[in-house]
């Protein structure tokens, strides 16, 4: 059979350094990028509705951990009764995921540590979290809730944040509210539990309760009522639910406070003024040798001297004698006597109206008020009398 004949390779072409294929290529990607369907970037940046992240099992580590690893935390007194009564049900929660706890009486401290079966390496994480949380009075049905996926803890210490003992235990008490009703209102606003005790306040929650809460337990420290937090978070309640204000900023809605300082500083009552500054000093105090000489005593002789101070101590004696028999003299001073108040005599200046009374009392004896007139008297008598003489 005859060979075929092979066809000719066609030589290939160089590239060149001008407009080619590779421009066409570039051509083509664009073309590509403007076909593919535009994606909204707040549906990028916000989490759908019901998702959650899937769970991590064992066949996520088969092998396992490669070290063992072990968190402990001390408990205080009081906490000793009710962890030795829940103790068999944390052995029981920290069971299922394979990690060991063991709780010692004597030295006051919770120790837990993993295991060989342990395949989650974030496990140990969540039962040192447990035993914090436990030592800090969360109930074990609250603190349970921490080896969740979707639940995490913060321990806010606020000893330090305020130097006076009495403003500091104002502010704690500001922070739990009348009969815990502030704290209540902030565990709903941010679907966390809340535990104030000592000098810590535990929160156990969802990641953003937890942003929230720190923020309100530290403002609330610095002298900002909670109550500004907790209309806020109300407001921005609201605002999650409109699905159309999810990219907008919500600043315009939400209020602004300003401090507002009532009282004004009070101001000593003795007032230190500053003395003008001169770079002289003082003139030097007169020693008694020179208020001796200014006066001539330094050169009076010793007698004359003991005269001159003899005669000083009794001019001085004198004086407090004249005082004392001045006050003993006082008790026998009669006080002052008030003036005699004068009466004053009966003005005769205003003239009577004699014609004025006589009508009034005509007037009076036409009114049969009080005493019966002359004649009506007269005739009663009469009548008496005759009665009587009828009887007799």
């Given at each position: 059979?005859?060979?075929?004949?092979?066809?000719e390779a066609e030589p290939q072409e160089e590239a060149a350094p001008g407009p080619g294929p590779k421009r066409r290529?570039?051509?083509?990607?664009?073309?590509?990028?403007?076909?593919?369907?535009?994606?909204?970037?707040?549906?990028?940046?916000?989490?759908?509705?019901?998702?959650?992240?899937?769970?991590?099992?064992?066949?996520?580590?088969?092998?396992?951990?490669?070290?063992?690893?072990?968190?402990?935390?001390?408990?205080?007194?009081?906490?000793?009764?009710?962890?030795?009564?829940?103790?068999?049900?944390?052995?029981?929660?920290?069971?299922?995921?394979?990690?060991?706890?063991?709780?010692?009486?004597?030295?006051?401290?919770?120790?837990?540590?993993?295991?060989?079966?342990?395949?989650?390496?974030?496990?140990?994480?969540?039962?040192?979290?447990?035993?914090?949380?436990?030592?800090?009075?969360?109930?074990?049905?609250?603190?349970?809730?921490?080896?969740?996926?979707?639940?995490?803890?913060?321990?806010?210490?606020?000893?330090?944040?305020?130097?006076?003992?009495?403003?500091?235990?104002?502010?704690?008490?500001?922070?739990?509210?009348?009969?815990?009703?502030?704290?209540?209102?902030?565990?709903?606003?941010?679907?966390?539990?809340?535990?104030?005790?000592?000098?810590?306040?535990?929160?156990?929650?969802?990641?953003?309760?937890?942003?929230?809460?720190?923020?309100?337990?530290?403002?609330?420290?610095?002298?900002?009522?909670?109550?500004?937090?907790?209309?806020?978070?109300?407001?921005?309640?609201?605002?999650?639910?409109?699905?159309?204000?999810?990219?907008?900023?919500?600043?315009?809605?939400?209020?602004k406070f300003k401090r507002k300082n009532l009282k004004k500083r009070k101001e000593p009552k003795k007032k230190n003024?500053?003395?003008?500054?001169?770079?002289?000093?003082?003139?030097?105090?007169?020693?008694?040798?020179?208020?001796?000489?200014?006066?001539?005593?330094?050169?009076?002789?010793?007698?004359?001297?003991?005269?001159?101070?003899?005669?000083?101590?009794?001019?001085?004696?004198?004086?407090?004698?004249?005082?004392?028999?001045?006050?003993?003299?006082?008790?026998?001073?009669?006080?002052?006597?008030?003036?005699?108040?004068?009466?004053?005599?009966?003005?005769?200046?205003?003239?009577?109206?004699?014609?004025?009374?006589?009508?009034?009392?005509?007037?009076?004896?036409?009114?049969?008020?009080?005493?019966?007139?002359?004649?009506?008297?007269?005739?009663?008598?009469?009548?008496?009398?005759?009665?009587?003489?009828k009887k007799k």
């Amino acid at each position: 059979m005859a060979a075929e004949p092979q066809e000719e390779a066609e030589p290939q072409e160089e590239a060149a350094p001008g407009p080619g294929p590779k421009r066409r290529d570039k051509h083509k990607n664009k073309n590509k990028k403007k076909a593919a369907p535009a994606v909204d970037e707040s549906e990028l940046l916000t989490v759908p509705d019901g998702w959650k992240e899937p769970a991590f099992t064992r066949e996520d580590n088969p092998r396992g951990l490669l070290e063992e690893s072990s968190f402990a935390t001390l408990f205080p007194k009081y906490r000793e009764a009710y962890l030795k009564e829940c103790w068999p049900l944390v052995q029981k929660a920290l069971g299922e995921h394979y990690v060991k706890a063991a709780l010692d009486l004597i030295e006051g401290s919770m120790t837990v540590t993993t295991t060989k079966k342990t395949f989650d390496p974030y496990a140990i994480i969540r039962a040192r979290d447990l035993i914090k949380l436990l030592a800090r009075s969360v109930p074990f049905e609250q603190a349970v809730r921490i080896l969740q996926d979707d639940v995490a803890c913060d321990i806010i210490k606020i000893g330090s944040l305020v130097r006076k003992r009495e403003t500091f235990i104002k502010r704690r008490a500001r922070l739990l509210g009348p009969k815990g009703s502030t704290l209540k209102a902030l565990e709903l606003l941010t679907n966390c539990y809340i535990m104030v005790q000592g000098n810590t306040v535990s929160a156990l929650g969802p990641f953003s309760g937890l942003k929230e809460v720190r923020k309100v337990v530290l403002d609330t420290m610095k002298n900002i009522h909670p109550i500004y937090n907790i209309k806020t978070l109300m407001i921005k309640r609201e605002l999650a639910k409109d699905p159309e204000l999810r990219t907008q900023s919500w600043e315009r809605f939400l209020p602004k406070f300003k401090r507002k300082n009532l009282k004004k500083r009070k101001e000593p009552k003795k007032k230190n003024t500053k003395k003008e500054y001169t770079p002289f000093p003082p003139p030097q105090p007169e020693s008694q040798v020179d208020k001796e000489l200014a006066s001539g005593e330094y050169f009076l002789k010793e007698r004359q001297k003991k005269r001159k101070q003899m005669e000083e101590i009794k001019a001085k004696q004198a004086d407090a004698v004249k005082r004392r028999q001045e006050e003993r003299n006082k008790a026998f001073i009669p006080p002052k006597e008030k003036p005699a108040v004068k009466t004053k005599k009966a003005s005769t200046e205003k003239k009577i109206d004699i014609e004025a009374i006589k009508e009034k009392v005509k007037n009076a004896k036409k009114k049969k008020l009080g005493a019966l007139p002359e004649e009506e008297v007269k005739l009663k008598m009469a009548a008496d009398e005759k009665k009587k003489k009828k009887k007799k």
